[in-house]
């Protein structure tokens, strides 16, 4: 288990041994997230990185509290909000805000974009009338568009101005957290770079922390502060973005880069192809993985005993 560091100033999200079991057939459960630990500071980004079906968007949604944790306790500013009803858990819902992969499928298509911006401020009963317009037209010049295409629909944006559009609707209620699941991999690598760049200038402006999901390593060394490597549910390596990218210690974390494409052909090595079977996270209900016992190879680098 990776400790969570009890000295200095709060963070602002605390996962302690977070886990989270679907069922499955013939007395069986998946076990998508399991025994995870972690925070994220004011103004940080950690970006959670592994392959599809790891486990990041559940423990992304698991801290959002889309999902109810199996197992473990989630702090958000130090309050508890583990087991925090709907009602309970609705001031905490403005302090915290999400930014999904595809940007079309967020957006419903009978309504004006302008609209769907506002909605929140509507919901929360924070603003209204001519004042609810003006903020919402700030936060399109925010995030780079224009208040004239706030009276438009989603059909007529191109896939980078939608997500620009969802940016501006994640942060009408002036968050804390941003998770971004996936948030630029829909889009084409040049509009990805004008994306990561607005979210980063807007951290900047705003002291936004960012809990940024995803399987671009490229993108994840360009805009994180702090990565977590994840596989089949657990925490494998955890250090900073320097630590992770300079000197991965875990294997699977070694196995990651050497997937990454190397555009240079000077730089291009013979890798071997990798052929591992990627184990089955179902198992007999009263059974489970075994636990992880982690090691501080260096300050603040934390790698998983294999």
């Not at 940080?44 to 486990?55: K, P, Q």
């Not at 769907?116 to 609810?132: C, D, F, I, N, R």
């Not at 050497?258 to 990798?274: G, M, N, W």
């Amino acid at each position: 288990m990776i400790p969570v560091d009890e000295k200095g100033s709060t963070p602002l999200v605390e996962v302690r041994d977070l886990s989270k079991h679907f069922s499955a057939p013939n007395n069986h459960q998946v076990h998508a997230v399991e025994q995870v630990s972690l925070q994220i500071g004011r103004a940080e980004t950690l970006a959670v990185v592994g392959e599809s079906g790891c486990g990041k968007s559940t423990l992304a949604y698991l801290i959002m509290r889309l999902l109810k944790p199996s197992a473990g306790q989630i702090l958000l500013g130090g309050e508890d909000i583990t087991t925090l009803s709907n009602r309970e858990l609705r001031p905490h819902r403005r302090r915290m805000q999400i930014i999904f992969q595809d940007p079309f499928a967020s957006l419903d298509p009978r309504r004006r974009v302008g609209d769907a911006v506002g909605e929140p401020m509507q919901v929360h009963k924070t603003s209204s009338g001519e004042e609810l317009q003006r903020t919402v037209g700030e936060l399109f010049e925010k995030v780079g568009l224009e208040k004239s295409h706030m009276d438009q629909y989603p059909h007529q944006f191109s896939g980078g101005q939608r997500q620009r559009i969802c940016i501006a609707r994640a942060l009408t209620l002036e968050p804390e957290l941003v998770v971004a699941d996936e948030s630029v991999s829909a889009l084409d690598v040049s509009i990805q770079a004008q994306v990561i760049n607005l979210m980063m200038d807007l951290q900047d402006e705003m002291g936004l922390s960012y809990l940024f999901i995803s399987h671009d390593l490229a993108v994840v060394e360009r805009i994180s502060h702090r990565v977590a490597v994840m596989y089949l549910g657990q925490i494998v390596e955890l250090g900073s973005r320097a630590a992770i990218f300079e000197n991965p210690q875990h294997s699977y974390t070694r196995k990651l880069m050497s997937a990454v494409p190397i555009a240079d052909p000077r730089k291009r090595q013979k890798r071997p192809l990798l052929t591992d079977e990627i184990p089955n996270p179902r198992y007999p209900i009263g059974n489970g993985p075994a636990k992880l016992e982690h090691t501080e190879v260096e300050p603040g680098h934390w790698v998983a005993i294999e």
